[in-house]
């Protein structure tokens, strides 16, 4: 008798070589979700893992040597199953396991926190070691690898280099945003030599690498220390930071448009089913959003042009609730949703941002005062991707470093433009915010396996 | 014209469907390598990182306008050609692109630390933001990019889903070894409510999700705090740890076995240039030795039966360092060496160790003395991976961790025993000391972007 994986047995239905399965005996290892009988027959969900679907086992009192002590079996508990593999082509199910043995691995007893009862999504913050086994986190989760995987496929098939930047650094990326230090014993700077933090990103670091590999991307943790208690902000998130040789805003563009599209696609192929679950169960437009997204050409739009749309909006009475707005000023979620929803009605890049509120290390137009910037604004989610062409010359790039007063411990940075350097461009995703984006779900907690947010550290 | 990159004209030639593309013009990016010339025709070595092998550019003054200009072109520049693509078939490369017009894109002062000639690692490890355009770190990191593609290939394509576990931990995975605190002020306390460090292992966090989705893997950074300074150890380097439910330790070295054979043909496959060039330059053993463990079939030894062999090896006189060799001592690289490489003659799995010298996590064997796990051995490295089987059974494990004194913080670890729980195992894989397998490369410092060591921080 063999052993076999739920998907095993799920392929064998989807991919029609199923007949000369039907009735062959198999051997299937997995936990309890549901189980309930009718005095004479017994109904098992069983789910091993390796499927988002739950498989359905009957056990026949007359056929069974212990109906009763396997009615008792309890939600939760590990098994192992011996039955057949039958056909059921006319029932919800595809499939169903007559049982003719079924034994206890692992019991699970009553106070087994996953009762048969829809729990909230607070509860289950709470028992994160459990919460894997929940439903929309079985589908959460499948979708995270696919999503991943999605990720690697396409930058690899494109020829992009992964590339594993450091944690631990002594450069802070963005200049902004409050870093979590790292130290051994009581002296900060006696390991290293020098105070060093967690990274916020790997982008200067892989840039390096797209001056020897030309296309590259990390993917890899990073760490903010900001005491944001938002559904959106996590101490610790995975980025994704692709680095372009000999390549300027407009080709910056292509490449997220065209990675973000094979994402979203793969995950739809990939996980039907878990899509499907968070189409009804969390988003009933979730699945519509995504296929707009697919067919739709992203647009341009100047950030100058876009204050003047957000102008003529105060004008028309539209209620924000910062109404002040101002060529220089940074656009908040609201302006960005108006823009993305009511304006363009599907994705949009704005472009040409105003110097002073963005990165140092973008590259200064001919205006000399905006820089080659874009951000992704999509619907109901406002800001998704953020990405510029890289300011390449030496000269410029050294006075702004210099007033910003950045310039020790960056020489290394420098060097980039002074030996062989090129106009190069690159961007960021979050990962776990495309996840929310892509799953429908509303809260970056939900989205790891072990959330980590301010005064929350339990595993 | 077309734009073309280095890897697809070569794809061009090997795929034998080159005949139509002879004599067309291509547009290509990239670095120049070396510049020469003999007064009359130039040759420009030209890389533009989609390869490890170079392409020759060659100029004839007598069709390009500016030769003298041309011949001027430093090592390090980068440059735009545009040429004719020409099929070479008697000549030592495969094509060369007779040029047209070359244009500089971002010059390279002389003091370009690259200069044509063999620089020590050391001298590299120092520019670490240059090294990735040497020869070898070229090679180094197109290898390290394919093994990491090659772990997740064969994790995915087994049905094992990737876990992103936290890096931030207030759980300490071994017990063992020291730890890097993470901090914000300075009351480390005060962002979480209680003191974390940088994660050791993956493992306790994972087996959560193997509870759930049955085979899982971690693929990420981990760090160590110890101020060590061998070729071996580094402060920060990623781990691959799979974990995988109702399994022993029979299927668990059964995986290790499979992952690692994939892995290394997978390497050999799609990194031919790479791995000659280690072959040739490096390890002039490599191939030998990789395919050797291609074809062998792992052997198994008891740890009882290695300590008679050691004990009958120094009574031959082998000259070990440490010759006191004894039941419950902890073997050394010298001793993993000889059993692997003059008692085997080829990987070896070292099993069922003394539970004191191993992890608490560790499952009892009946003997009550010795634990499931596996070292596995190979020749020239001694251990490359470790696993075992997990102790799953609540009473055994409890009362280990209460002696350990680790039991308060890790309740939840002991909750997977308590509902559902099942047999299961997992290994761990040093990703960077595999790499150094792989490549033949000798100091963990050249496997890395930008390593961290002890007293070691500049980028």
Chains 1, 2 share one sequence.
Not at 33 to 51: A, L, M, P, Y
Not at 111 to 119: A, F, G, I, S, T
Request: net charge neutral.
């Amino acid at each position: 008798m063999d052993k076999f994986l739920a998907r095993e047995l799920f392929a064998i239905v989807y991919d029609k070589k199923n007949s000369g399965f039907n009735n062959i005996e198999v051997y299937l290892e997995g936990w309890i979700k549901t189980n309930r009988n009718n005095g004479s027959i017994g109904f098992i969900e069983f789910n091993d893992g390796t499927t988002f679907k739950n498989i359905q086992i009957v056990y026949d009192k007359t056929k069974v040597k212990d109906f009763d002590k396997l009615s008792k079996l309890a939600t939760g508990e590990a098994i192992s199953v011996i039955g057949n593999f039958v056909l059921t082509p006319n029932a919800k199910q595809p499939f169903e396991i007559a049982a003719k043995e079924i034994k206890s691995i692992g019991t699970c007893p009553e106070d087994y926190p996953l009762q048969k009862k829809r729990h909230s999504f607070e509860f289950l913050r709470d028992i994160a070691h459990i919460r894997p086994r929940a439903n929309t986190f079985n589908a959460v989760n499948r979708v995270r690898n696919a999503l991943a995987m999605a990720i690697h496929t396409y930058f690899q098939d494109n020829g992009f280099m992964w590339v594993h930047t450091p944690i631990i650094t002594s450069n802070d990326a963005e200049g902004a945003g409050e870093t979590f230090n790292v130290t051994v014993g009581k002296d900060a700077s006696k390991f290293f030599g020098k105070p060093v933090c967690l990274t916020v990103s790997g982008q200067l670091h892989v840039e390096t690498f797209a001056m020897a590999f030309r296309n590259v991307y990390t993917f890899g943790p990073t760490f903010r220390a900001e005491e944001s208690h938002t559904t959106t902000h996590a101490s610790e998130f995975w980025m994704v930071e692709p680095e372009i040789a000999f390549a300027d805003l407009n080709d910056d563009m292509k490449v997220i448009e065209a990675s973000l599209k094979f994402c979203i696609d793969y995950v739809i192929k990939h996980c039907p089913d878990e899509m499907n679950f968070f189409n009804t169960m969390i988003d009933k437009t979730l699945l519509t959003r995504l296929n707009h997204v697919l067919n739709s050409e992203f647009k341009r739009l100047d950030y100058t042009d876009a204050i003047k749309l957000l102008e003529k909006a105060v004008a028309d009475g539209y209620k924000f609730e910062n109404k002040n707005i101002k060529w220089g000023m940074d656009l908040q979620t609201e302006h960005e949703r108006y823009i993305t929803e009511h304006v363009v009605k599907g994705p949009v890049f704005i472009i040409n941002y105003p110097k002073d509120i963005k990165a140092f290390y973008m590259r200064l137009n001919d205006d000399g005062k905006t820089v080659a910037a874009c951000d992704l604004l999509v619907p109901q989610i406002g800001e998704l991707v953020g990405g510029s062409q890289r300011e390449e010359r030496y000269d410029i790039l050294k006075e702004k470093m210099d007033k910003l007063g950045n310039t020790k411990g960056l020489e290394w940075y420098l060097d980039l433009r002074k030996y062989g350097g090129c106009p190069h461009a690159g961007f960021g995703i979050g990962f776990d915010r495309l996840l929310m984006y892509v799953t429908g779900m509303a809260n970056i907690r939900d989205m790891q396996p072990f959330p980590r947010t301010p005064g929350s550290i339990k595993y």
